[in-house]
């Protein structure tokens, strides 16, 4: 009986050491084990967030505005400072100064105006990879003139009473407001220079009417009869 409690006693302290030997190394491999990238889910939400909320901000000019100034009765020359938030976000302010003078071939009324004009909105990026050096924008504007405007019309002569009636009103007042629907693409050129277009979708909001009617063309807006259309070709320089 005793021989067999001993060799029972020796197999339990050779179990327990062999317990206590091997303890130490699972710990140790535990600690060392490799950790894992995070794929799928968990992945997006650490590269969304590694990416900061302010990322710059753009300066650009339009190039259609002049050149339709130079070729027809009305034009525009407009600047932006657009900002970019996260790449997908881009809260932009577009300030302008336009001009139109027209001679009408039926009234014979001649029309000038010039005024400043501002446009606020914000730009979405739509494409899939935010960070690409293209972009594709879908936004909105709202927009706000206050301008003056000039009349006047060639003497008059009285077919019957003889004499000349002469018609002329100047710094005739009005105001108008509307609203801008954007489209456009925006790609990077060289550096820090990009290349974009837009096309804009006008509805007036509105507007002062005087006593001489609408005005033939507006600020910003365009000929007040016919300019839901309109576009832009930007310059633009990333800061």
């Not at 300066?59 to 900002?83: C, F, H, N, T, W």
């Not at 997908?88 to 300030?95: R, T």
């Not at 730009?123 to 972009?135: C, G, S």
Request: hydrophobic fraction near 40%; include cysteine.
């Amino acid at each position: 009986m005793i021989h067999q409690r001993s060799i029972s006693a020796s197999i339990s302290i050779t179990l327990i050491s062999l317990l206590t030997a091997c303890l130490p190394s699972v710990g140790w491999a535990q600690r060392n084990k490799p950790v894992k990238p995070a794929k799928g889910a968990a992945a997006k939400v650490a590269a969304k967030d590694s990416v900061a909320l302010f990322r710059g901000f753009a300066v650009s000019v339009d190039l259609i505005g002049p050149l339709q100034l130079m070729v027809s009765d009305y034009g525009q020359y407009e600047a932006a400072v657009r900002l970019n938030l996260k790449d997908k976000y881009f809260p932009i302010v577009e300030l302008g100064y336009g001009k139109g003078e027209h001679d009408d071939g039926v009234t014979f009324l001649h029309y000038k105006t010039s005024a400043p004009y501002v446009k606020i909105g914000i730009d979405f990026n739509v494409l899939k990879n935010k960070h690409d050096i293209y972009r594709l924008y879908a936004g909105a504007r709202y927009a706000f003139t206050s301008f003056k405007y000039d009349l006047y019309h060639p003497d008059i002569t009285d077919p019957v009473w003889g004499g000349t009636a002469h018609y002329e009103a100047r710094d005739i007042k009005s105001n108008y407001h509307w609203f801008e629907a954007v489209f456009g693409v925006d790609a990077k050129i060289w550096g820090p220079v990009h290349l974009g277009w837009s096309i804009r979708y006008r509805s007036r909001l509105s507007y002062k009417q005087s006593t001489y009617g609408d005005p033939w063309y507006v600020p910003g807006f365009g000929k007040s009869d016919s300019s839901n259309l309109g576009g832009t070709f930007n310059v633009s320089l990333d800061i």
